[in-house]
């Protein structure tokens, strides 16, 4: 009787670590989700920021709401509220998401991946979620200027970007990623923590 019980119990572990391995994500999934709330907190923190009157973003966006013109870039109203739109993504908004999505890739990582292996895929996401922005920022930027030489009778302006411009941005993809490593980190610490015996 004893022995029948002990093999019931011994079935049982195994199917409860069965069910306890296949509920974890493989390495793909966890980086997916990590991407998916660094978007999300990226999406809520902005629509935050133009929903709250007062803030740059509410303003910015009510201006060029009511303002239909090509040369509005021109404006320095314009280009003031863009520059504190920027300096808020930069020191709030990116950092905030970036470390959400390191979280979050960090809690769901799968036990067997190494803890290098997950803090690179972090570092790896990050710049990927970044080098990306950057792109589209250019690439709007680029836009724009195309829109306002054509607006003002084909003239063409050159389109350059400073120096100091292009070392501010490596240096934000730098912290930005280190960021999200920083948050793979944590997330990894806090699922350890709460999977330790007490």
């Known amino acids: ?14 199917i409860g ?21 660094a978007l999300a907190a990226g999406i809520v923190i902005a629509l935050t920021l133009v929903l709250v009157p007062g803030t740059a973003a509410h303003q910015f966006f009510s201006l060029v709401s009511g303002i239909h013109s090509a040369t509005l ?51 790896l996401m990050g710049f990927g979620v970044i080098a990306t922005s950057i792109a589209f920022v250019w690439i709007a930027g680029v836009a724009n200027q195309n829109a306002l030489n054509h607006q003002q009778g084909g003239q063409q302006v050159i389109i350059t970007a400073p120096p100091e411009l292009i070392v501010k941005q490596a240096v934000a993809a730098v912290l930005w990623t280190a960021i999200c490593v920083l948050g793979t980190w944590l997330g990894q610490r ?6 330790a015996p007490h």
């Not at 009787?1 to 195994?14: G, V």
């Not at 670590?17 to 709330?37: N, T, V």
């Not at 806090?190 to 999977?195: H, K, V």
Request: positive net charge; glycine residues 10%.
């Open 73 to 123: 870039p021109l404006d320095p109203l314009y280009q003031e509220w863009s520059e504190k739109i920027s300096e808020e993504e930069t020191l709030f908004a990116t950092p905030a998401s970036m470390l959400c999505g390191g979280l979050t890739l960090g809690w769901l990582a799968p036990s067997y991946a190494s803890r290098r292996s997950v803090l690179l895929s972090g570092g």
């Open 1 to 14: 009787m004893a022995r029948t019980a002990s093999l019931e119990n011994k079935s049982a572990d195994r």
């Open 17 to 37: 670590r069965g069910r306890a391995k296949k509920r974890e994500l493989p390495l793909g999934a966890a980086i997916a989700y990590g991407l998916g709330a």
């Open 190 to 195: 806090l699922r350890a923590r709460q999977q």
